[in-house]
Nanobody, 123 residues
Framework: VQLQASGGGLVQAGGSLRLSCVASGLIFRINDMGWFRQAPGKEREFVASISWRASRTYYADSVKGRFTISRDNAKNTVDLQMNSLKPEDTAVYYC?????????????????WGQGTQVTVSS
């Protein structure tokens, strides 16, 4: 299984970025997917999840209303649109296939991880 994340970069506060993750080696269309992030010196934390049919999405309170998760099962991709970025959003962002789609997921709820993409928001 490979999850290849891209789209990270440096952006000013208030700006936007779109992360994308391409999956291979798994039956993507039946897997719940999600994004986590890890800031320096902090534990990896849940950001957003989406069910396999995209019927349910969940967000951490810290990103609700600013981030949007979506997926394209025909292309095996899951995206994270990030708007109104804040310096506290600075982290390495990881996509993951999940054992379930829910709110406040833990690292243990991920089945496979991507390699991570750096997002840096300057003030």
């Amino acid at each position: 299984v490979q999850l290849q994340a891209s789209g990270g970069g440096l952006v000013q506060a208030g700006g936007s970025l779109r992360l994308s993750c391409v999956a291979s080696g798994l039956i993507f269309r039946i897997n719940d997917m999600g994004w986590f992030r890890q800031a320096p010196g902090k534990e990896r934390e849940f950001v957003a999840s989406i069910s396999w049919r995209a019927s349910r999405t969940y967000y951490a309170d810290s990103v609700k209303g600013r981030f949007t998760i979506s997926r394209d099962n025909a292309k095996n991709t899951v995206d994270l649109q990030m708007n109104s970025l804040k310096p506290e959003d600075t982290a390495v962002y990881y996509c993951a296939s999940l054992t379930r789609s829910d709110i406040d997921l833990r690292v243990s709820d991920a089945r496979y991880w991507g390699q991570g993409t750096q997002v840096t928001v300057s003030s």
